[in-house]
């Protein structure tokens, strides 16, 4: 793999936050990248329609594999309208904002309560589930919320 200076964004300026690539040299390994951080867009796609399914998670998964297969499609991703400012708050600051904190805890609690009362047959199964959903979700929440503010 070798780095490659800082994409240029098509008005022609360095774009200096976004992560420097790191480009396979290897043509088939290129493609499986390519085609992952599709996969994984495509999955963010159905995230934003579906209220329990994570956005964020699978674009940032996105602009790892296109970091390492198309400084095109990594630009791409970076500077979205849409899709760029979380992935960015994300790697540059690693911030969750309130909203996807709130979801992820109540989507973790009611998955939680789920496997609990219905699928456990005794209580060895809660506390191994328990075990690692709260390390997660205890690390969700202490992460910033919003990007630290800009000196002026």
């Not at 490659?4 to 300026?13: L, S």
């Not at 602009?63 to 970076?78: C, E, H, K, N, T």
């Not at 109540?106 to 690692?132: C, H, K, N, Q």
């Amino acid at each position: 793999m070798q780095p490659m200076k800082a994409p240029i964004d098509p008005g022609g300026t360095e774009m200096p936050d976004l992560p420097a690539p790191t480009v396979s040299e290897s043509v088939w390994l290129r493609w499986l990248l390519l085609g992952f951080g599709w996969l994984m867009v495509a999955t963010g796609v159905v995230g934003i329609f579906v209220p329990v399914m994570p956005t964020t998670v699978f674009l940032i998964a996105a602009l790892w594999a296109f970091s390492r297969s198309s400084v095109r499609f990594q630009a791409w991703l970076w500077t979205h309208p849409s899709f760029g400012p979380p992935v960015r708050n994300w790697h540059l600051h690693r911030v969750i904002p309130i909203r996807g904190k709130v979801l992820a805890v109540i989507v973790m609690t009611l998955s939680f309560v789920y496997v609990a009362v219905w699928v456990a047959e005794d209580w060895r199964l809660p506390v191994a589930v328990g075990a690692v959903m709260l390390p997660a979700a205890l690390y969700i929440v202490t992460r910033r919320s919003h990007p630290p503010a800009a000196d002026s």
